[in-house]
Nanobody, 114 residues
């Protein structure tokens, strides 16, 4: 059974940084497209960062230059480094490789507020 477990969420002041982690079990994240998504109450879940099977990264315009998606050297954990956080980044963050095939994890709550 494939499961995703996100961690690292926290309350942070505007301009601060956080690092989110996604541990996948039942599936290897190596050489596989992976993505970070986020969702706020009443809104659709949106993809914010994606890393391809060949480690090419892409981002939505609103986080470009502030977020970095990566895989660790052992290819067991997906990471999202978030810097210069803004209140509009407040959301629950999730990882997945294929939402049409795999269930979502519990997510990591990120709250950006002074």
């Amino acid at each position: 059974q494939v499961q995703f477990v996100e961690s690292g969420g926290d309350l942070v002041q505007p301009g601060g940084s956080l690092r989110l982690f996604c541990y996948a079990s039942g599936i290897s994240i190596n050489r596989r497209n992976m993505a970070w998504y986020r969702q706020t109450p009443g809104s659709q879940r949106e993809m914010v960062a994606q890393i391809s099977a060949t480690d090419s990264a892409s981002y939505v315009s609103g986080v470009q230059g502030r977020f970095i998606i990566s895989r660790d050297s052992a290819k067991t954990t997906l990471t999202l480094q978030m810097s210069n956080l803004k209140p509009e980044d407040t959301a629950v963050y999730y990882c997945n490789t294929n939402p049409n095939q795999y269930n979502w994890g519990q997510g990591a709550q990120v709250t950006v507020s002074s």
